[in-house]
Nanobody, 124 residues
């Protein structure tokens, strides 16, 4: 099992920045990929960004490309999501997830473990 704990959410004005963190514990050697998804009120959960734990290859949703950056610190078993130029439509609960056999990085069903989520609210 892998446990994931997110932090860093909060309230920010449009145009501002936030950095989310997700710390993994437990069987971290089994992790192949980690990612961030988000879910806004009354909307489906959507892919935001993913990173291959071993190679560092990164994948982004078009809606966040060039504004958000995913990174990892393998020594700390932590994945980050740096969010810049935030927009009100970025408001959502952001959850990190880890997959042991991820092939399609943007697909929700490719991830085995999920955190509880952290709220990000962007005011206009």
């Amino acid at each position: 099992q892998v446990q994931l704990v997110e932090s860093g959410g909060g309230l920010v004005q449009a145009g501002g920045s936030l950095r989310l963190s997700c710390v993994a514990s437990g069987r971290t050697l089994s992790i192949y990929a980690m990612c961030w998804f988000r879910q806004a009120p009354e909307k489906e959960r959507e892919f935001v960004a993913a990173i291959s734990w071993r190679s560092g290859s990164r994948y982004y949703a078009d809606s966040v490309k060039y504004r958000f950056t995913i990174s990892r610190d393998k020594a700390k078993n932590t994945v980050y999501l740096q969010m810049n130029s935030l927009k009100p439509e970025d408001t959502a609960v952001y959850s990190c997830a880890a997959g042991a056999r991820t092939v399609v990085f943007g697909s929700e069903d490719q991830y085995d473990y999920w955190g509880q989520g952290t709220q990000v609210t962007v005011s206009s």
